[in-house]
């Protein structure tokens, strides 16, 4: 009989064990990765100083830069095509229109005063110089400004017409329209031209300015040319409508009269001021154009200076060590009417213990 052997019992299966990984020793830089990072304080990068300025050129002595502006303006004056004409006068023909011929007069020596003038006038057909009046005429300008100063929006009176039988008796300055400023390192030229003017627009600028007449003649001549032959602009009713407006609302610019002789004698009860003849005009339109106008000038004399002012109360005071005219409005409508060019003693009765003297 065949023996059954014993089935042996099944065993339960495990399951597979996996073997361990090796663990690797984490170095300092695994540690500071797995390690949260602290936020630094924020540091602020220290500004370095600042490197010191350089130090600022020298200026040359006074003769070297005369030296320069002097070769400055003689190179432009080449550059123009301006060629000498008698001494300190350069000149060259130009058009102010395509009609309108004109001489360029240019002069030469202001440099070292920062100056250069010009003055244009009308050339004939043929002319082969500018007229012996026009060289003159810049001439006897230089002259002036190389003793005393010379701006724009300046007018003067000349000893006679700019030639006999002209109407032109003064002259007017202002930037020249085409001729720019000449600038060296240290120093610069500006170029005014000089205008002339009739007697009649003379006086008025007083009252209004020199600038502003300029800009009304202007418009007929951009150019500003002196014609000798040219008559006054108040002649003209639509320029005399317009300048009248213009003075009316603008005013006088001119804040300072240098009369011949101005002196002032204050006595315990009244006061005389002695005005040269010269200077009654101007005072006159200065009434208009300053005082109407809410506005101051200066009466400068070698003697004795007086500031005029607008004032509630007509009286003479003394303000900061200056003697000062105060005017009310009908004070100085009532100069305006009773004063006179004529030597002699005028009294108003608006300012009492006050008298002034035209010598």
């Known amino acids: 009989m065949a023996t059954r052997k014993a089935a042996r019992p099944a065993r339960a299966s495990r399951p597979a064990q996996k073997s361990p990984k090796p663990v690797k020793h984490a170095g300092p830089a695994t540690v500071q990765a797995r390690t949260k990072a602290k936020p630094r304080a924020a540091t602020r990068a220290r500004p370095s100083p600042a490197p010191p300025p350089p130090p600022a050129p020298r200026a040359p002595p006074p003769e070297t830069r005369d030296a320069e502006l002097r070769a400055a303006w003689s190179r432009r004056l080449l550059e123009l095509g301006l060629a000498p004409l008698s ?29 250069g003038l010009t003055v244009r006038v009308p050339r004939t057909k043929d002319e082969l110089a500018p007229p012996a009046w026009s060289v003159a005429l810049l001439q006897s ?13 300046q007018s003067l009176v000349l000893p006679g017409p700019v030639v006999q039988g002209s109407d032109l008796a003064a002259v007017a300055f202002a930037l020249d329209p085409k001729l720019q400023p000449v600038s060296t390192e240290w120093d610069r030229v500006r170029v005014l031209t000089a205008v002339g003017l009739t007697r009649d627009e003379e006086r008025l600028v007083r009252e209004w300015s020199p600038r502003g007449l300029l800009e009304v003649l202007a418009v007929a001549s951009p150019l500003l040319v002196t014609d000798p032959e040219r008559t006054s602009m108040l002649v003209s009713p639509r320029a005399r409508a317009v300048i009248e407006q213009r003075v009316s609302k603008e005013g006088s610019s001119l804040g300072l009269m240098t009369p011949a002789s101005s002196s002032l004698t204050r006595r315990p ?82 300012i009492p213990a006050f008298t002034l003297e035209v010598v």
């Not at 130009?94 to 240019?106: G, Y």
Request: aromatic share 6%; proline share 6%.
């Open 87 to 115: 001494p300190g006068v350069w000149s060259r023909a130009e058009t102010a229109t395509p009609t309108t011929p004109v001489w360029l007069l240019v002069s030469q020596g202001l440099e070292h005063r920062g100056l």
């Open 141 to 153: 300008l230089a002259a002036l400004a190389a003793t005393g100063p010379v701006g724009d929006d």
């Open 269 to 350: 009860k009244d006061a005389t001021w002695a005005l040269s003849s010269d200077g009654v005009d101007t005072f006159i339109a200065l009434l208009k154009g300053r005082i109407a106008h809410q506005r101051p000038f200066l009466v400068k004399g070698e003697r004795s200076s007086v500031a005029v002012v607008p004032g509630d109360v007509a009286g003479l005071v003394e303000v900061d060590g200056v003697p000062t005219l105060k005017l009310s409005q009908q004070a100085a409508r009532q100069i305006r009417s009773i004063l006179r060019g004529k030597p002699g003693r005028y009294t108003f009765d608006m």
